[in-house]
């Protein structure tokens, strides 16, 4: 799976991009069809809490994924995200199975 880890308006450590992919190479244990997926990070300086978000859009042929995560760090929006693509993709997947 290829990925693009981008950082909107601010400049992110290549110790926090590697964190971040290493996170998101775990997706293809569940589906080994994802062709690419996109990462944004964004700091949200408008809200005090929940200030890091992560938008990540998985490319699947039949299917794009796209999901949103806040947290207090990129590391935590960062694992619930994986989290929640996780739960989406075995679902994806176990309707597949059924047809």
């Not at 693009?4 to 569940?30: M, R, W, Y």
């Not at 994806?92 to 047809?99: A, G, I």
């Given at each position: ?35 690419s997926a ?31 995560q806040q ?19 075995i679902k ?8």
């Open positions: 799976m290829d990925k693009t880890i981008q950082p909107v308006n601010f400049n992110a450590s290549q110790d926090l991009l590697i964190h971040v992919g290493e996170i998101f190479d775990k997706l293809d244990k569940f589906n080994d069809k994802i062709v996109d990462i944004y990070l964004k700091s949200l300086r408008e809200t005090p809490t929940k200030e890091k978000k992560i938008e990540v859009r998985l490319f699947i042929p039949g299917k794009d994924i796209f999901i949103e947290a207090d760090s990129f590391i935590s929006a960062a694992q619930q995200a994986f989290d929640r693509l996780k739960v989406i993709i994806d997947k176990e309707k597949q199975k059924s047809y």
